[in-house]
C-alpha cells in the first residue's frame, strides 16, 4: 500500500469521528503523547497489567477511532500499517483538524510485543516539580524548548472533565501559554512553568505569538518537536511486529 493511500485512510478515519465529536482531537494527541515515552503502541494493549492500566493511563480517550482505522487499513491491505504510525499520523491529522499546524509523519515504526503498567512511570507526571518533568524528558532525549512546545494547548472535553485551557479550550492556540502569564493556568505543575526561569523564557515568547508574524514560529517549531518525540524509541523489524488488531500482540 502507498504512503499516500494508509494516510488518507487515516485521515478519513480521523475526520468522520471528529465530525461528529471534535472533543477525539486532544484524546487522540495525548493518547499518541502516552504511547511516545516507546512510540510502539503499546498503551493500545489490554491487559490486568498493561500501560492502559497505569494512573496515568486512566481516561485516555481516542482507542476506537485508532481500532477502526486500523480495521479500515487491514481491509486494504493487512499487515503493512503499524499501530504505532496509526497513532502517529492521527494525531497530526487531529491538530490539523483543529486549526493546528500540520507536519509531516516519519512512518515505518513497528508495534511492541509486550505492554507494561510499570513504564507508565516514565511519563511526566502533573505531580513532578518542572525539574523532574525537564529530566523525564530530557530521558528521551528531548529538551526544555521541546516539552513547552508540545505541552497540551489543544484541549479537551469541558463537559466530562475540566478543561486544561481556559479560553480556547477546543482550539489548537496560543492561548494555554497566555494562561500561565497571567496566573491562569488550570494544572498548578502546569502554572510551575511560569516561575521556572528556563521555561519562564520560552513561555513568554509562545504568549506573545502573533501566528505566522512572529519570528518565533510555534506552529513550525510543534511539528519538528513531534516529529522528536513521535521518533522516541521507535520499533523495527528486529523487536517490532505489525499488528492485526491494536489492542492485541499477534
Ligand atoms: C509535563 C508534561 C505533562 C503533564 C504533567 C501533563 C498532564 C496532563 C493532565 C493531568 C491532563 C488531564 C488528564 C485528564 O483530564 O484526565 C492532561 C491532558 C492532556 N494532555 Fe498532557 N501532560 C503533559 C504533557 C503533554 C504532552 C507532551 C502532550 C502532547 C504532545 C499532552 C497532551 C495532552 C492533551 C491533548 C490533553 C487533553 C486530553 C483529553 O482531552 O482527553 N500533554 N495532561
Redesign the pocket.
Known amino acids: 500500500m502507498g504512503v499516500y493511500l494508509a494516510e488518507s485512510i487515516v485521515r478519513s478515519t480521523v475526520e468522520s469521528h471528529f465530525d461528529s465529536d471534535p ?1 477525539i482531537s ?2 487522540l ?2 493518547l499518541h ?1 502516552h504511547d511516545c515515552f516507546g512510540c510502539d503502541g503499546s498503551v493500545l494493549i489490554k491487559g490486568k497489567s498493561a500501560e492502559q492500566a497505569a494512573l496515568p493511563n486512566l ?1 485516555l ?1 481516542g482507542l476506537e477511532v485508532i481500532d477502526d482505522a486500523k480495521a479500515r487499513l487491514e481491509a486494504v491491505c493487512p499487515g503493512v500499517v503499524s499501530c504505532a504510525d496509526i497513532l502517529a499520523l492521527a494525531a497530526r491529522d487531529s491538530v490539523d483538524l483543529s486549526d493546528g499546524p500540520s507536519w509531516r509523519v516519519p512512518t515505518g515504526r513497528k508495534d511492541g510485543r509486550l505492554s507494561l503498567a510499570t513504564e507508565a512511570s516514565n511519563l ?3 505531580l ?1 516539580s518542572v525539574a523532574v ?1 525537564k529530566q523525564k524528558f530530557q530521558d528521551k532525549g528531548l529538551d526544555t524548548h521541546d ?1 513547552l512546545k ?3 494547548p ?4 469541558g463537559s466530562k ?2 478543561a ?1 485551557d481556559i479560553g480556547s479550550p477546543s482550539k489548537f492556540d496560543e492561548s494555554f501559554f497566555k494562561n500561565l502569564r497571567d496566573g491562569n493556568a488550570i ?1 498548578e ?1 502546569d502554572q510551575r512553568l511560569w516561575s521556572d526561569a528556563e521555561t519562564n523564557e520560552v513561555v513568554k515568547k509562545y504568549a506573545s505569538r502573533l501566528r505566522g508574524l512572529l519570528g518565533f514560529r510555534f506552529d513550525y517549531e510543534f511539528g519538528k518537536a ?1 516529529i522528536k ?1 513521535s521518533s522516541i524509541d521507535v520499533k523495527t523489524d528486529v523487536d517490532g511486529e505489525v499488528r492485526k488488531v491494536c489492542s492485541k500482540v499477534n
Open positions: 472533543t486532544p484524546g494527541l495525548r503523547f481516561g480517550r511526566p507526571s502533573p513532578d518533568q516539552l508540545t505541552l497540551c489543544p484541549n479537551g472535553d472533565r475540566v486544561l494544572l505543575s513531534m518525540m
